[in-house]
């Protein structure tokens, strides 16, 4: 529930924010190749997250059309902020060796939600939500942090 309102949060305070023109606006976080390495191999570890969207392109389109369906009752998979993107971003002065702390993956799979979600409410509008969290490492290597929410069985 607290990423909900996180979510709603950043919608509201977030949708009129606009670099000003003429200043070139920071690099996405979730653009960096590292990114797309560590969702591939999330991906991998599962076959109900082969074909999850990125959270970044529904929480766009949310922001958007003013439907929060998406990111209430949707499944997604995206990339945690942490220190590893913020050096891959900004540099870094004390990253010698290159390893990095990798990646966090979240997973949110849901399943029998309400369709169509116009306000917040307190009851969860999924009847089935499950999540996960993995550690990716630059070599590839895949540890899984969290596994929480409803029994983890398949979906539906």
């Given at each position: ?21 003429g ?6 976080i ?5 990114d ?6 999330v ?11 990125d959270?970044a ?41 290159g ?12 399943a ?11 009851v ?6 499950h ?7 630059p070599?590839?290597?895949v540890t ?11 979906p539906?």
């Amino acid at each position: 529930m607290r990423r909900v309102v996180l979510v709603l949060m950043t919608l509201t305070f977030g949708a009129g924010a606009a670099p000003a023109m003429g200043a070139s606006p920071e690099p996405l976080i979730g653009s960096d190749p590292a990114d797309g390495r560590a969702v591939a191999a999330v991906r991998g570890t599962d076959p109900r997250f082969a074909a999850l969207e990125d959270y970044a392109n529904i929480s766009q389109r949310a922001a958007s059309t003013f439907d929060l369906t998406p990111i209430v009752a949707g499944s997604w998979i995206h990339v945690l902020p942490t220190y590893d993107q913020f050096i891959g971003q900004y540099g870094t002065v004390n990253d010698t060796d290159g390893s990095g702390l990798g990646r966090v993956v979240e997973v949110m799979l849901v399943a029998d939600c309400l369709t169509h979600i116009t306000t917040v409410e307190a009851v969860d509008p999924c009847a089935w939500r499950h999540t996960w969290l993995y550690r990716v490492l630059p070599d590839g290597s895949v540890t899984q942090l969290l596994d929480a929410g409803s029994p983890d069985a398949s979906p539906g």
